[in-house]
């Protein structure tokens, strides 16, 4: 790519983002009938952050009912724009709240109650919501009734859910001595009262504690994890009929119910169970689910509809919000190699351009051919093929043990690869490296899967991030396994040697390909938080976000980044080595490299949701926030691999997309997940 071209295309991304990001703004404030603000504000836990969505006609003078909806673990408030975009263009004040530990938000270290999981995780949760109650209560532009209670509804999703559901349990048990209740309604979606439960509000207490109340369930039918039938074992990614069970029954306060039905409780209240045919992640990026949160309030606030649109719960803009911050998505990634190039034009920096050997002539030989087409789907499906067990970080079960033991009997071979080397007439050396390489990926290899890492949550402080670390060190591990005794077997004879990866380079274009990759990441997030300071925007597509983030996750970055660049340095070998032929020039090169870093988990995901949807059980039943997390996963991997083909072709240096996307992939994974901060 020439400088000219560079320019050009560096243009189209940047107007792609600014175009994106102005019509994703238009969307989120309803077209311009809110204003959209991020806040913060202190409470007896900690710091709380949100969006505040204020329509123009609130105020003191105007209150209006209001809803403060939450995100589930992992996630961050904009999981809950549609919710929040289709309720305040109606007319209602909404809060989208970080919960504790989660966005911008941060609980008090003196909260946390251990350093093991349980005692990390169940800090954010409890108090998130109701925190969030006291603070809006206390706001001018929030409507009480005539006695002082609060018009406020509480909707969470999953460990949202729960926050709401104690949220509601802890405004009874204030409003006991105080006479007045703050929250007026409650919609949960995709939460049951499995973790209420932990802390005694069970499906009986909380309907106990309903006093007159107006509260609804979104419980989905292919719900990975909540609304289980107690008589069905064997995994939770299954099909759910939530009313027919006792909790769902209970809530109801009926022997026998149907679900989306409205019934009336005996304490005066109201409640509803909708069921959709979706599953978890599913909820907050549905039509169905946000037109059944818009007929839950109008329906809860019938009585204060003053200055609330009539408009019918199928109007609904909040898709284009996210179609526009794709496209901003994409121009944020299209400008990423034209940056990286740019820079490589000044002093210094050119460094990181290296001669690109030339592209191999494609394989003729037909057995040739068909055995780099078995090594190459065996590449692409082994790390798929075990993510379940190293997910689970099950070193005992069955799928690691076959795992260690292969590596080991690999490992056995390298040695005698060693041993054939020294008698080899003709490439000796490149039989001994490939061999050692071989050694060294498979005894490496079965100590991972016999020692499991990130194991220590006081130092690794993002748990979801620890799985996946887990699974990217054992895949890189599995990839350098792969191409070693594919070196050994096949290529060093035909006279290839590490140049062949692309890893031969001089320190110092190793060197600046790191200041490349580093300084390429700043300008691309820093053009996010203008983004966000001035838009309220982000880049995002359903689960799958580059978003801002606060100083104070920094130092978990700097511990992640070394194992995801060994990954993407090993990914970015795997790439050049099948790639850099002339036959893979173009598109179809493209489409290879995606397929190396993301086609085993896409074949992995479309396996198992293809089965749940038509049996009712997913191929891997127990596999609920795994399946989940692959989904962003795709996206996530499949960029990577064309930034690391984009770049190595333009700089023959494979180190500076590995680097790059290292620090990218590292900054962006853990700003949008848990962090404990202590």
């Known amino acids: 790519?020439?400088?000219?071209?560079?320019?050009?295309?560096?243009?189209?991304?940047?107007?792609?983002?600014?175009?994106?990001?102005?019509?994703?703004?238009?969307?989120?404030?309803?077209?311009?009938?809110?204003?959209?603000?991020?806040?913060?504000?202190?409470?007896?836990?900690?710091?709380?952050?949100?969006?505040?969505?204020?329509?123009?006609?609130?105020?003191?003078?105007?209150?209006?009912?209001?809803?403060?909806?939450?995100?589930?673990?992992?996630?961050?408030?904009?999981?809950?724009?549609?919710?929040?975009?289709?309720?305040?263009?109606?007319?209602?004040?909404?809060?989208?709240?970080?919960?504790?530990?989660?966005?911008?938000?941060?609980?008090?270290?003196?909260?946390?109650?251990?350093?093991?999981?349980?005692?990390?995780?169940?800090?954010?949760?409890?108090?998130?919501?109701?925190?969030?109650?006291?603070?809006?209560?206390?706001?001018?532009?929030?409507?009480?009734?005539?006695?002082?209670?609060?018009?406020?509804?509480?909707?969470?999703?999953?460990?949202?859910?729960?926050?709401?559901?104690?949220?509601?349990?802890?405004?009874?048990?204030?409003?006991?001595?105080?006479?007045?209740?703050?929250?007026?309604?409650g919609l949960t979606e995709g939460s049951d009262f499995s973790y209420s439960g932990l802390l005694g509000i069970t499906a009986d207490v909380a309907d106990a504690a309903g006093g007159g109340r107006i509260m609804g369930k979104v419980a989905a039918h292919y719900d990975e994890f909540f609304f289980n039938n107690p008589e069905e074992t064997g995994g939770t990614v299954r099909y759910k009929d939530y009313v027919a069970t006792p909790d769902g029954l209970t809530f109801l306060q009926q022997s026998s119910a149907q679900a989306n039905t409205w019934y009336d409780t005996?304490?005066?209240?109201?409640?509803?169970?909708?069921?959709?045919?979706?599953?978890?992640?599913?909820?907050?990026?549905?039509?169905?689910?946000?037109?059944?949160?818009?007929?839950?309030?109008?329906?809860?606030?019938?009585?204060?509809?003053?200055?609330?649109?009539?408009?019918?719960?199928?109007s609904q803009i909040w898709m284009w919000k996210e179609f526009f911050e794709l496209i901003a998505l994409i121009g944020f990634v299209v400008a990423i190699v034209p940056i990286a190039m740019l820079l490589m034009q000044l002093?210094?920096?050119?460094?990181?351009?290296?001669?690109?050997?030339?592209?191999?002539?494609?394989?003729?030989?037909?057995?040739?051919?068909?055995?780099?087409?078995?090594?190459?789907?065996?590449?692409?499906?082994?790390?798929?093929?075990?993510?379940?067990?190293?997910?689970?970080?099950?070193?005992?079960?069955?799928?690691?043990?076959?795992?260690?033991?292969?590596?080991?009997?690999?490992?056995?071979?390298?040695?005698?690869?060693?041993?054939?080397?020294?008698?080899?007439?003709?490439?000796?050396?490149?039989?001994?490296?490939?061999?050692?390489?071989?050694?060294?990926?498979?005894?490496?290899?079965?100590?991972?899967?016999?020692?499991?890492?990130?194991?220590?949550?006081?130092?690794?402080?993002?748990?979801?991030?620890?799985?996946?670390?887990?699974?990217?060190?054992?895949?890189?591990?599995?990839?350098l396994l792969v191409m070693g005794v594919v070196f050994v077997a096949m290529k060093a004879k035909e006279g290839s040697t590490f140049a062949s990866y692309g890893v031969c380079v001089p320190v110092k274009s190793a060197l600046a390909g790191f200041c490349t990759a580093l300084v390429t990441v700043v300008i691309v997030f820093a053009l996010l938080f203008i983004v966000d300071a001035i838009f309220k925007t982000d880049f995002r597509i359903w689960t799958f976000a580059f978003k801002t983030f606060d100083a104070n996750i920094l130092p978990a970055v700097l511990k992640y980044l070394p194992t995801f660049f060994v990954f993407y340095l090993i990914s970015s070998a795997s790439i050049f080595v099948n790639t850099n032929t002339a036959s893979l020039q173009g598109i179809k090169g493209y489409l290879l490299a995606m397929a190396l870093n993301a086609g085993g988990i896409l074949v992995w995901l479309i396996r198992q949701y293809g089965t749940l949807f038509a049996t009712g059980v997913a191929a891997h039943p127990n596999a609920a926030l795994s399946g989940i997390v692959l989904v962003a996963m795709v996206p996530t991997l499949a960029i990577a691999a064309i930034i690391s083909k984009a770049l190595y072709q333009r700089s023959g240096n494979i180190w500076t997309p590995a680097f790059l996307n290292a620090m990218l992939m590292t900054v962006m994974t853990v700003a949008n997940t848990t962090v404990y901060l202590k």
């Open 1 to 185: 790519m020439k400088k000219k071209a560079e320019v050009k295309v560096l243009c189209i991304a940047l107007c792609l983002m600014l175009l994106g990001s102005i019509l994703a703004m238009v969307m989120n404030t309803g077209v311009f009938a809110t204003s959209v603000k991020r806040i913060s504000f202190d409470t007896a836990n900690g710091t709380l952050s949100g969006l505040l969505y204020l329509p123009k006609d609130a105020s003191a003078e105007n209150p209006k009912p209001t809803v403060i909806v939450t995100h589930g673990y992992l996630n961050s408030a904009e999981m809950q724009d549609a919710n929040a975009i289709e309720l305040s263009r109606r007319g209602y004040v909404v809060l989208a709240l970080d919960m504790y530990d989660h966005g911008h938000s941060k609980v008090n270290s003196e909260v946390y109650t251990g350093t093991d999981f349980f005692g990390l995780w169940s800090t954010f949760w409890i108090h998130s919501m109701y925190d969030a109650v006291q603070y809006m209560y206390e706001q001018p532009y929030v409507l009480k009734d005539e006695a002082g209670n609060g018009i406020i509804g509480v909707t969470g999703h999953s460990m949202g859910g729960f926050s709401s559901t104690m949220a509601l349990a802890l405004d009874e048990q204030d409003a006991a001595s105080t006479g007045i209740r703050k929250i007026y309604a």
């Open 266 to 314: 005996s304490d005066g209240g109201k409640r509803i169970i909708y069921e959709p045919s979706q599953t978890h992640p599913w909820n907050h990026f549905s039509r169905t689910t946000t037109g059944y949160a818009i007929e839950f309030y109008n329906t809860a606030f019938a009585s204060y509809q003053s200055g609330i649109k009539a408009l019918d719960a199928s």
């Open 347 to 479: 002093p210094f920096f050119k460094e990181a351009k290296t001669a690109l050997p030339a592209p191999g002539e494609a394989q003729t030989d037909p057995g040739k051919r068909f055995a780099t087409l078995a090594v190459l789907l065996l590449a692409i499906a082994l790390p798929a093929l075990f993510f379940e067990a190293l997910w689970d970080a099950d070193t005992t079960g069955a799928g690691l043990t076959i795992l260690r033991y292969g590596a080991l009997l690999l490992a056995i071979g390298g040695i005698a690869g060693v041993l054939f080397a020294r008698k080899a007439q003709e490439h000796q050396k490149a039989y001994t490296i490939g061999s050692c390489v071989v050694i060294c990926a498979g005894l490496l290899l079965a100590l991972v899967t016999k020692v499991p890492m990130y194991q220590n949550l006081a130092f690794w402080t993002a748990p979801s991030v620890n799985s996946v670390a887990y699974w990217t060190v054992a895949a890189a591990l599995i990839s």
